[in-house]
């Protein structure tokens, strides 16, 4: 395997109160793997004792870009500022996979052939503002967007060994298109109670558009919903740089590529996995209490905290009569 990749900045200073920074970086991987088992498969219920031979190859090749642009604003008044920033991303896969297992029974024998290629391409706005409303009252606030398409083009072949030829497994074949936008705006106060006491309160409101659509499957869907995620943190300073803090906070964890693609994974038969687009995201909410302190110059850090998450994303099992797994 081999994954090269880097990176370039630049900054630009256009006076006391105006920049810009601007960062490209790549990255890549690839590799190859090759594949040879030997296997019995023995079911005495099922009155099954098997032997087969199977070779797998496969190949895959990644790359991918982030391209971010910043620009921020200062004021005369300290720790009020504007940034903007703008962000590219795109990734590009493609995997390639065979298998041939032969077996002294006929209907062990196979041979296939599956290929799957995606691209991935999201763009973000983000604009964020902090105002001081006075010396002991900060103000946060912003908006954001982000617009992500992906798609997936995952074909499959096996050998018929009567023909003596490849066929396409039309099940198997098709073209996955997912589309993901997401406009959110949070707003947050920084509040000062006293010379020991300090107070964050927020809420983010995000609302999620979810699309899916095959190019030879009327199979389409649709899903779009809000949330809204509150935060509060209450703070208390002691002498000698210590500090106590207890924490409210709810996030969102949306599936990813790799749960969502519903490419069939066929290098190993018996066992094959692929993904669900119709999953929603997780939800946390987390309680915490940390502790920080300065003994002596060294720095330490003690926390408890309670986390409760909802709608959680994990893997199912299934085995069917013959024995075959499938994991989504």
Do not use: C
Not at 130 to 147: A, D, F, N, W, Y
Not at 168 to 180: C, G, L, P, V
Not at 209 to 220: A, L, P, R, T, V
Request: no cysteine; charged share 20%; glycine share 8%.
């Amino acid at each position: 395997n081999y994954g090269p990749g880097g990176s370039i900045g630049a900054f630009f200073d256009l006076n006391g109160y105006n920049s810009f920074s601007s960062n490209l970086s790549f990255r890549g991987h690839g590799d190859t793997r090759n594949e040879l088992v030997t296997s019995t498969f023995i079911d005495p219920v099922a009155g099954l004792d098997q032997s087969y031979t199977r070779r797998s190859v496969s190949s895959s090749l990644r790359g991918g870009f982030d391209w971010t642009t910043d620009y921020r604003r200062t004021f005369k008044q300290p720790e009020r500022e504007l940034i903007f920033a703008l962000q590219f991303s795109g990734n590009q896969n493609s995997n390639k996979n065979s298998l041939e297992q032969l077996s002294a029974e006929t209907a062990l024998r196979r041979d296939e052939r599956n290929n799957n290629s995606g691209l991935n391409l999201e763009t973000t706005l983000q604009l964020d503002y902090v105002h001081p409303i006075s010396p002991s009252v900060k103000m946060e606030t912003g908006v954001k967007g982000v617009v992500r398409k992906i798609d997936s083009d995952f074909s499959s072949e096996f050998w018929d060994f009567d023909l003596q030829q490849y066929f396409t497994n039309d099940q198997r074949t098709d073209i996955f298109y997912y589309d993901q936008d997401v406009i959110s705006g949070y707003l947050s106060f920084t509040t000062k109670l006293g010379k020991n006491y300090g107070l964050v309160t927020g809420a983010r409101y995000e609302r999620t558009f979810i699309g899916g659509d095959f190019e030879n499957q009327s199979n389409s869907f649709s899903n779009n919903y809000d949330n809204i995620l509150p935060s509060i943190i209450v703070s208390r300073n002691f002498s000698n740089f210590r500090s106590l803090k207890l924490s409210y906070t709810q996030r969102i964890q949306r599936p990813g590529l790799r749960f969502v693609n519903p490419f069939v994974n066929f290098n190993d038969p018996r066992n094959i996995s692929y993904g669900n687009p119709q999953l929603l995201p997780e939800l946390t909410d987390q309680v915490e209490l940390s502790y920080n302190a300065n003994i002596k110059g060294i720095s330490t850090n003690t926390a408890v905290f309670y986390r409760r998450t909802t709608d959680i994303i994990e893997s199912l099992l299934n085995i069917d009569e013959a024995g075959e797994s499938e994991t989504t």
